[in-house]
């Protein structure tokens, strides 16, 4: 389908938020099946489906395919992936060799606003084709946007990535400048106490060499009375 084939060229996510376009001012749309919708649009969506296999039977986001939507999705999905649908056992075999026995598939929506009140949304894959026509325009100025938008959070979050290494070469600089800037005073310091310690030395040698000089003044002393 038109919707379908687009899907790898957005990043996925649970939900992308409405859009701003504007949509066709009608209130019906027509199924690929015939059925009419009745309801206002106003946005495109972005869903993940979950195709499982639990206790030998197929679910579709955790419910049996116990109405014709779920089943019509179901076999919309699994046409554009070319998964045969004709034997159960087919797809349940597909199933038990994927990781937690499950396809994970996206798929767009169109968002729309129910006469009961509700805002609901369709599979764009259920769509008629002359309504996926219709839409084409402004599902592509959407997703562009759409694309717009994620490159823009992609450059701010590497812009905020090369911030933060920059931070970081800048804090473990200036942790090395702290440690060497320690280090020095711890040298200058070391060389202080060494300093003192040689005056400190070499006052009590100076000390020591006046007490022996005087010592000796006074034994010639003694030796010149004796004469």
């Not at 767009?108 to 609901?120: E, I, L, P, Q, S």
């Not at 702290?178 to 009590?204: G, I």
Request: aromatic residues 6%; contains cysteine.
């Amino acid at each position: 389908m038109l919707f379908t084939a687009m899907c790898t060229c957005v990043v996925l996510q649970t939900v992308i938020s409405a859009a701003e376009v504007a949509l066709p001012d009608k209130n019906q749309w027509k199924l690929h099946d015939g059925t009419i919708l009745k309801g206002k649009a106003y946005a495109f969506g972005y869903e993940l489906c979950f195709i499982q296999r639990r206790s030998g039977k197929i679910v579709l986001n955790g419910q049996r395919l116990a109405d014709p939507s779920s089943n019509a999705l179901l076999r919309k999905i699994c046409e554009e992936k070319q998964i045969p649908l004709d034997d159960p056992k087919q797809l349940q075999q597909i199933l038990s060799k994927q990781p937690f026995a499950q396809l994970v598939e996206p798929y767009f929506t169109v968002k729309y606003h129910a006469d009961d009140g509700r805002d609901r949304q369709i599979p764009a894959l259920l769509l008629a084709p002359e309504e996926v026509q219709l839409l084409r325009p402004m599902f592509e100025v959407w997703r562009a946007e759409k694309q717009r938008e994620h490159e823009e959070r992609v450059r701010q979050a590497q812009e905020l990535q090369n911030q933060q290494m920059m931070l970081a070469m800048q804090a473990q600089a200036l942790q090395a400048q702290q440690a060497m800037a320690l280090a020095a005073e711890a040298e200058a310091y070391a060389a202080n106490r060494n300093a003192d310690a040689n005056e400190r030395a070499a006052s009590a040698a100076e000390r020591n060499a006046a007490a022996n000089k005087k010592q000796a003044d006074e034994l010639e002393k003694i030796r010149r009375n004796r004469r």
